[in-house]
């Protein structure tokens, strides 16, 4: 009686099929973990590592003004300087989030893709903030503690407001 396969060729024909879904199982495994490794391991892109700076720098001046407007005889002196930094800060934003530079891109960053999916959205976030320097900067130069103590409300829910929608929740 003719078969089609004789046993052992069966045999090796199943073999050869089980080799191969093995050969995909591994390669499925190696590409994952070869992804794995680029989003934690992969040296950090420059513009990342300054904007990190850039807001920190802004964390700092803004941290030296609301320091300063607790005290009973804020000081004017330091109050300026570091609401111009912020405003110059604030303007340059735009300027931090270059294409490659995200999450989606396997870069570590605490941005969200939503930068790159919603630039309108962010340029209205980045919009608000840098309105809000501009005006500090202005009661700042004015000396009009007052305004400033009001102000600075406006300036941090300008950092939120982006922070909520646009940064990993710390
Ligand atoms: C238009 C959006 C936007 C605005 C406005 C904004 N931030 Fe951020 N901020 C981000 C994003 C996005 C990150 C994450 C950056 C990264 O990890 O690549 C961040 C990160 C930070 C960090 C952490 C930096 C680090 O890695 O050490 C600080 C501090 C910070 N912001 C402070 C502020 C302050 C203070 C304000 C307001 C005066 C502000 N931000 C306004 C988007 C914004």
């Known amino acids: ?17 089980m080799a191969g879904a093995v050969a995909l199982l591994v390669a499925g495994c190696g590409q994952q973990a070869g992804e ?43 109050i300026v300087p570091a609401a111009e930094r912020m ?9 931090w989030f270059p294409a490659g530079t995200g999450p989606q891109d396997g870069v570590k960053t605490d941005a969200l893709a939503t930068v790159w999916t919603d ?27 007052a305004g400033l103590r009001e102000h600075v409300r406006v300036v941090g829910a300008s950092c939120g407001g982006c922070h909520d929608n646009y940064r990993v929740e710390q």
Do not use: H
């Open 36 to 78: 794995e490794a680029a989003a934690s391991d992969a040296p950090v892109p420059a513009a990342v590592t300054e904007r990190q700076e850039g807001y920190k720098a802004l964390g700092a001046s803004f941290k030296i003004i609301n320091d300063q407007l607790k005290t009973d005889a804020p000081d004017l002196t330091a």
């Open 119 to 145: 630039p309108e959205g962010f340029a209205a976030a980045q919009a608000r903030l840098a309105d809000a320097t501009t005006r500090l900067q202005e009661l700042a130069m004015a000396g009009d503690v």
């Open 87 to 95: 405003n110059a800060l604030a303007g340059q934003i735009p300027t």
């Open 1 to 17: 009686m003719m078969q089609l396969f004789s046993a052992s060729q069966w045999g090796g024909a199943r073999m050869t099929l």
